[in-house]
């Protein structure tokens, strides 16, 4: 039963990282949370010539100057990134994604919790867990992108 209840919860976050990785491509913004999501696949990569190419490509894609998906980052950091290319760390992108993950709390959060893709993934989940049974617990609109991203 509590495997159960775990898996309708992943469902479920899932369902709203899917439906909050729509909204941002309906807002033409979708790049932060590609980001975000490269980001975390990077920092878990554990050969170092993966580390290299990796770091290599999130550059090329979101960093340097007229990427493809382009993020807004100030050219400090966008400077910092591109000489820790030469030996990349885990961390060499920490400060860029922490940028993004602020700018999509302070600005594409608050604009997806109105949202019909949120509200009908957030009505699609009370009902899962009502067929299902169980109780559930209401999250707090403000913990909804900590949330999203646990599964990063």
Known sequence: MAFRGLYQQA?????????????????FSEENIEFWLACEDFRATTSPDALRWKAQEIYQEF??????????????IREKIKKSLEKPSLSCFNEAQQHVYLLMERDSCPRFLHSDAYLSVKHRSRTLCEVGGEEKEEREEEGVLPLLFSLG
């Open 11 to 27: 469902l479920s976050v899932t369902e709203y990282l899917a439906a909050f990785q729509s909204f941002l491509q309906s807002e």
């Open 63 to 76: 960093i340097q100057p007229t990427a493809c998906r382009e993020i807004n980052v100030d050219h400090h």
